[in-house]
C-alpha cells in the first residue's frame, strides 16, 4: 500500500488526549471516548455486537497499548447521545518514511517517477489511520452499517479532524478498510476530495459446507489443479509440520521473528515494526479461546479435574516446519475468529520458498486446518494475490483513503504516489470445477 505527499517534516512528540467527552466537531450529538491506556480500556471498552470480534477485543488493545509494535493504537467509542446507537472503530498512529517504508520493487518503473521517490525519502509523515495495520478487510470496526452512507462520509473524516486536533504534528489521514470500494460511502468519499489509493484486495475463500476433509475439497477441483496441489505436497519431502505449543513459541521467540523478518524485507509496504515478544502474546491470546471452545465442545458441562487432559497440550495458533535435521525453518500463524480464520504473520527461509514450495504449501496447510475447524471462511490477506486464487480465493477490494490536512498539500498526492507504490497487474484463477 502506498501513501505519498509533499515532503514536510513532522514532529515525532506524541501529546495526551482527553479520553471521556469529546465532540466530534460538526455532529456535536457524537461523543467520543479514546482510550489509550490498558487501564481506559479494561475499564470504558465495551464488547463489540459481531461474533468476529477478535480485533475489537479488549486483550488485543491492552497488548498493543502495552507494547505497541511499532505503531500507536488507540481504542476509539462513539456515542450518539441522541439514538443511543455506538460504533467502535481502531485508532494507529504511525510515522512513514518512504526510504524505510517502500521497496524498491514497489515503486513505478519510469525514470520521471524515481525523481518524486528521491524527493520524498529524507522526510518523515506522521499519520492517524482508522482502521487496523495488523490485518485487512472489514473486521476493526462496529456499528458503521447503522449509518446511511451520507452520513458516514462525512462523520468519519470529521472524526480523524477531531482526534488531530488533539494532538499536533498529523500531516494526513487514512480510512483503511472501512468500506468496500463500491459501497456508496467510498463514492460519497471520493466526491468529497479524499484519495483513493492503490492497494491489494483482499484475499478470502468462502468454504463449502460439504468440505468435511481436503478430499472433499480437492474434489472440486479441476485435474490440472489436483495435480499442482499434489505435486506441490510432494516438494515437502524432509519436511516436517507440527503445531507449536505456547511454550515452544516462547522458546523459539528470537528464531520466530528472524524467520518473520526474511519475509517482510520483501514486502512492498510496512507500517507496523514487529517485535519478537508479539509472537508468545499470539500464541497465547489466540489458544485460550480455541481452547475454551474445543473444552466446551467436548465437555458441555465446563472445565474440571477430571477433563484437563482437553487442555494438556497446550497448542498454540502457530505451526512450525522443521528440516530433517530438526531445525526450525519456517512458521505460520492463524487467528480462529468465530467462523473466520484469519491467515497471519508467517516466516520462511527463502531457500526452502522454491525447492520445496514451502510457501505454497503453507497456503495449502491454512486451508487445510480451516476445513479441518470447521471455519466457514478463510481470510488470506493481501499480497501473493495469483497464487492464492489458484488455490480458490476471490478478491475483494477494500478503500483506503487518505486526505492531507491542507488543500494545496491533498492535490499533491496523485503525483507523489505512482512514485512510492505501483499495484501490480495480476490474472485471477478459478481451480473449480464448472
Same mark, same amino acid.
Given at each position: 500500500?502506498?501513501?505519498?505527499?509533499?515532503?514536510?517534516?513532522?514532529?515525532?512528540?506524541?501529546?495526551?488526549?482527553?479520553?471521556?467527552?469529546?465532540?466530534?466537531?460538526?455532529?456535536?450529538?457524537?461523543?467520543?471516548?479514546?482510550?489509550?491506556?490498558?487501564?481506559?480500556?479494561?475499564?470504558?471498552?465495551?464488547?463489540?455486537?459481531?461474533?468476529?470480534?477478535?480485533?475489537?477485543?479488549?486483550?488485543?488493545?491492552?497488548?498493543?497499548?502495552?507494547?505497541?509494535?511499532? !505503531?500507536?493504537?488507540?481504542?476509539?467509542?462513539?456515542?450518539?447521545?441522541?439514538?443511543?446507537?455506538?460504533?467502535?472503530?481502531?485508532?494507529?498512529?504511525?510515522?512513514?518514511?518512504?526510504?524505510?517504508?517502500?521497496?524498491?520493487?514497489?515503486?513505478?518503473?519510469?525514470?520521471?517517477?524515481?525523481?518524486?521517490?528521491?524527493?520524498?525519502?529524507?522526510?518523515?509523515?506522521?499519520?492517524?489511520?482508522?482502521?487496523?495495520?495488523?490485518?485487512?478487510?472489514?473486521?476493526?470496526?462496529?456499528?458503521?452499517?447503522?449509518?446511511?452512507?451520507?452520513?458516514?462520509?462525512?462523520?468519519?473524516?470529521?472524526?480523524?479532524?477531531?482526534?488531530?486536533?488533539?494532538?499536533?504534528?498529523?500531516?494526513?489521514?487514512?480510512?483503511?478498510?472501512?468500506?468496500?470500494?463500491?459501497?456508496?460511502?467510498?463514492?460519497?468519499?471520493?466526491?468529497?476530495?479524499?484519495?483513493?489509493?492503490?492497494?491489494?484486495?483482499?484475499?478470502?475463500?468462502?468454504?463449502?459446507?460439504?468440505?468435511?476433509?481436503?478430499?472433499?475439497?480437492?474434489?472440486?477441483?479441476?485435474?490440472?489443479?489436483?495435480?499442482?496441489?499434489?505435486?506441490?505436497?510432494?516438494?515437502?519431502?524432509?519436511?516436517?509440520?507440527?503445531?507449536?505449543?505456547?511454550?515452544?513459541?516462547?522458546?523459539?521467540?528470537?528464531?520466530?521473528?528472524?524467520?518473520?523478518?526474511?519475509?517482510?524485507?520483501?514486502?512492498?509496504?510496512?507500517?507496523?515494526?514487529?517485535?519478537?515478544?508479539?509472537?508468545?502474546?499470539?500464541?497465547?491470546?489466540?489458544?485460550?479461546?480455541?481452547?475454551?471452545?474445543?473444552?466446551?465442545?467436548?465437555?458441555?458441562?465446563?472445565?474440571?479435574?477430571?477433563?484437563?487432559?482437553?487442555?494438556?497440550?497446550?497448542?498454540?495458533?502457530?505451526?512450525?516446519?522443521?528440516?530433517?535435521?530438526?531445525?526450525?525453518?519456517?512458521?505460520?500463524?492463524?487467528?480462529?475468529?468465530?467462523?473466520?480464520?484469519?491467515?497471519?504473520?508467517?516466516?520462511?527461509?527463502?531457500?526452502?520458498?522454491?525447492?520445496?514450495?514451502?510457501?505454497?504449501?503453507?497456503?495449502?496447510?491454512?486451508?487445510?486446518?480451516?476445513?479441518?475447524?470447521?471455519?466457514?471462511?478463510?481470510?488470506?490477506?493481501?499480497?501473493?494475490?495469483?497464487?492464492?486464487?489458484? !488455490?480458490?480465493?476471490?478478491?475483494?477490494?477494500?478503500?483506503?483513503?487518505?486526505?492531507?490536512?491542507?488543500?494545496?498539500?491533498?492535490?499533491?498526492?496523485? !503525483?507523489?504516489?505512482?512514485?512510492?507504490?505501483?499495484?501490480?497487474?495480476?490474472?485471477?484463477?478459478?481451480?473449480?470445477?464448472?
Amino acid at each position: 500500500m502506498s501513501i505519498a505527499f509533499l515532503p514536510l517534516c513532522c514532529p515525532s512528540r506524541t501529546e495526551a488526549i482527553p479520553t471521556r467527552g469529546i465532540s466530534v466537531k460538526g455532529h456535536e450529538h457524537w461523543q467520543l471516548v479514546c482510550c489509550s491506556t490498558s487501564e481506559e480500556i479494561e475499564e470504558a471498552w465495551p464488547s463489540a455486537n459481531r461474533s468476529d470480534d477478535f480485533w475489537l477485543s479488549r486483550k488485543l488493545f491492552t497488548f498493543l497499548a502495552d507494547q505497541p509494535q511499532g !505503531i500507536q493504537t488507540e481504542a476509539i467509542l462513539l456515542k450518539n447521545t441522541l439514538n443511543g446507537h455506538q460504533i467502535l472503530l481502531t485508532a494507529q498512529t504511525f510515522t512513514f518514511r518512504a526510504a524505510d517504508h517502500v521497496s524498491n520493487e514497489a515503486k513505478g518503473v519510469t525514470s520521471s517517477y524515481d525523481l518524486r521517490r528521491l524527493l520524498l525519502s529524507p522526510f518523515s509523515f506522521k499519520v492517524l489511520c482508522l482502521g487496523q495495520f495488523l490485518t485487512s478487510g472489514p473486521f476493526c470496526q462496529d456499528g458503521l452499517h447503522r449509518l446511511p452512507a451520507t452520513e458516514a462520509a462525512e462523520l468519519l473524516p470529521a472524526i480523524a479532524e477531531t482526534l488531530m486536533r488533539c494532538r499536533s504534528g498529523y500531516l494526513a489521514f487514512l480510512l483503511k478498510d472501512l468500506y468496500p470500494t463500491l459501497h456508496p460511502a467510498t463514492r460519497e468519499l471520493q466526491a468529497q476530495g479524499h484519495y483513493l489509493l492503490p492497494v491489494d484486495p483482499a484475499m478470502t475463500m468462502n468454504l463449502d459446507a460439504e468440505w468435511h476433509t481436503t478430499e472433499d475439497y480437492l474434489a472440486s477441483l479441476t485435474s490440472k489443479y489436483r495435480v499442482r496441489y499434489r505435486r506441490a505436497r510432494g516438494k515437502l519431502e524432509g519436511i516436517t509440520r507440527r503445531r507449536l505449543s505456547v511454550g515452544e513459541v516462547i522458546s523459539y521467540k528470537d528464531r520466530l521473528y528472524a524467520l518473520y523478518q526474511q519475509i517482510c524485507q520483501g514486502a512492498d509496504f510496512n507500517a507496523i515494526d514487529l517485535q519478537p515478544d508479539y509472537f508468545p502474546w499470539l500464541a497465547q491470546a489466540c489458544q485460550s479461546k480455541d481452547k475454551l471452545r474445543a473444552l466446551l465442545s467436548v465437555y458441555p458441562g465446563g472445565y474440571s479435574e477430571q477433563n484437563k487432559v482437553v487442555l494438556k497440550s497446550d497448542d498454540s495458533c502457530l505451526h512450525g516446519y522443521f528440516n530433517e535435521e530438526g531445525s526450525l525453518i519456517g512458521f505460520i500463524s492463524a487467528i480462529p475468529n468465530d467462523k473466520v480464520y484469519h491467515a497471519h504473520f508467517l516466516g520462511l527461509e527463502d531457500a526452502y520458498k522454491q525447492s520445496h514450495h514451502l510457501y505454497h504449501n503453507m497456503l495449502f496447510d491454512l486451508l487445510d486446518d480451516a476445513i479441518n475447524g470447521g471455519f466457514s471462511t478463510l481470510d488470506y490477506g493481501r499480497t501473493a494475490l495469483e497464487i492464492k486464487s489458484s !488455490i480458490g480465493a476471490e478478491a475483494t477490494d477494500f478503500a483506503v483513503f487518505i486526505k492531507a490536512r491542507y488543500g494545496w498539500l491533498n492535490r499533491l498526492i496523485p !503525483i507523489f504516489t505512482p512514485a512510492v507504490y505501483t499495484a501490480p497487474a495480476w490474472t485471477a484463477r478459478n481451480p473449480f470445477r464448472g
